[in-house]
């Protein structure tokens, strides 16, 4: 058995982690978690500290850990077959089945879906399919992306350009000349504190317009947006947004990728984000939830309408020259087959529905009269707190104070893992969906006791 100090000495020698700060890592300044056994809402790590996971992984483990019936699933698929391609002419009795079960919980007008590995991946197709369906529909200059600041949409070339987070720009001089950003709906940050929801919705979509009048309409080939800012903040749309911002697109001839990495199969409370905020897309990307994580997957789910144009475009210029080796990976698609049906089996949209409001009810309850919470907003099951120096006078705190990641520390060494989020003051939480009144009420408390461990002498 190797000695922890043994993995830690390979951890900092051979290991570049994601998103980590190289040089703290490698001088040992940072202490790397190692991870060993998980089983419903809680991971354990090999010091024997049991933790509550309130963020899921990164917010992709839905059902929760250990669920055997994934487990045996990926097994029995790695036993009969654990690779093959799904190329022209080929495919597995898995990766048939989930893409019709995917079919049987998109919209209705959305019937066919490309599998990826990931969710940057599964974006990059969606671009890949706009230029090539605008080039079809003999439009080819229709060719740039609008983004929203905030937004997230992987750390690929041009899906890092699409994120709308600087952190994932800076010194990789992204973002890309087809890549434009738009206001984020980030009504906690209005730009007038007297600002109804609707007006401010007004706003955004006066911007987005104002933008493509700018670029020019004829230049612009698809709008992409979360139904719900996740990593940008965990912000809901104000009311009316989507109302505002569909016509708009509509009138331009824009088409709309709703990346549903985060809000697909029941994180909002509802199957899919889009039809929980009355979105029609004609793109849909997911990926986490497909799996629960249990394995890599992600797809592209298409509208009929859209599809129609790609026939076309085939049948004229031969088939579309895009794929993975991995796409439909079959051990991937087994995990994405038992996982629905978990989903389902389990009630978990209703209980992200039930349970979640039951957890931001209560986070609400505890820490909205906070001196230093400006926010608590949420939906499903999915919550942020976002602290302020002084929330009456809109006054952030410092950045070098870095007030958020000491609270989701002193919240580790009370047992609950919960996420300071990219840009911000942000404490954001995403549990499995499996979560448990009791287990909400655990998040709650030790959030606010972290809070004000660290808060409290100032
Ligand atoms: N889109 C959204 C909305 C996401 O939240 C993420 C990941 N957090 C991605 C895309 C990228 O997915 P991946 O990290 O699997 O490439």
Same mark, same amino acid.
């Given at each position: 058995m190797l000695t922890n100090d043994q993995l830690n000495q390979w951890d900092r020698e051979n290991f570049l982690h994601p998103s980590t700060h190289f040089g703290q890592h490698g001088r040992g300044e940072s202490a790397t978690r190692i991870v060993t056994t998980a089983k419903g809402c809680y991971i354990e790590d090999r010091d024997g500290t049991r933790l509550l %996971?309130?963020?899921a992984g990164l917010y992709c483990v839905n059902v929760g850990y250990g669920r055997t019936e994934i487990a045996e699933a990926i097994a029995k698929q790695a036993h009969e077959l654990a690779y093959y391609h799904s190329y022209v002419g080929h495919g597995t009795e898995a990766s048939i089945t989930l893409a019709h079960m995917v079919a049987e919980r998109a919209p209705a007008h959305m019937n066919k879906v490309y599998f990826g590995l990931g969710g940057s991946d599964a974006n990059e197709t969606n671009v890949k399919l706009v230029w090539y369906i605008q080039n079809v529909l003999g439009r080819p200059e229709k060719r740039k992306i609008i983004s929203r600041?905030?937004?997230?949409?992987?750390?690929?070339l041009i899906t890092g350009s699409m994120t709308g987070l600087v952190p994932f720009h800076n010194k990789f001089?992204? $973002? &890309?000349?087809e890549v434009v950003h738009t206001e984020a709906p980030y009504y906690f940050r209005r *730009?007038? *504190?007297? &600002?109804s929801q609707e007006a401010f919705s007004a706003y955004c979509a006066a911007k987005l317009e104002e933008l493509i009048e700018r670029e020019g309409a004829d230049t612009i080939g698809a709008f992409i947006a979360e139904p719900l800012l996740g990593t940008g903040g965990i912000v809901p749309p104000p009311a009316g947004y989507w109302e505002a911002i569909q016509p708009i697109l509509k009138k331009h001839e824009i088409l709309l990728i709703t %990346?549903?990495?985060?809000?697909?199969?029941?994180?909002?409370?509802? &199957?899919m984000g889009s039809t929980h905020y009355g979105i029609t897309p004609d793109i849909i990307t997911i990926a986490k939830g497909l799996t629960s994580a249990y394995a890599p997957l992600s797809g592209s789910i298409v509208s009929d309408d859209l599809y129609k144009v790609l026939e076309e475009g085939t049948d004229k210029f031969? $088939?579309?020259?895009h794929g993975w080796t991995y796409s439909a990976h079959p051990i991937g698609a087994a995990a994405g087959v038992a996982n629905l049906k978990l989903v389902d089996e389990l009630g978990l949209v209703q209980n992200a529905r039930e349970t979640g409001a039951y957890f931001r009810n209560a986070m609400a309850a505890a820490l909205k009269d906070h001196r230093f919470v400006g926010d608590v907003r949420g939906d499903g099951m999915l919550a942020a707190v976002e602290l302020q120096r002084d929330p009456g006078a809109r006054a952030d705190f410092d950045a070098s104070e870095k007030v958020t990641a000491q609270v989701v520390g002193e919240m580790a060494k009370r047992g609950v893992i919960a996420r300071a989020m990219p840009q911000g003051e942000i404490i954001g939480f995403a549990p499995p969906l499996c979560l448990t009144p009791q287990e909400a009420d655990t998040v709650v408390s030790v959030t606010r006791d972290a809070l004000d461990a660290v808060t409290g002498a100032m």
């Open positions: %996971d309130a963020f600041w905030r937004g997230y949409h992987g750390s690929g001089g992204l $973002p &890309m000349s *730009p007038d *504190p007297d &600002m %990346d549903e990495v985060v809000t697909g199969f029941g994180r909002l409370g509802t &199957m031969g $088939p579309f020259g």
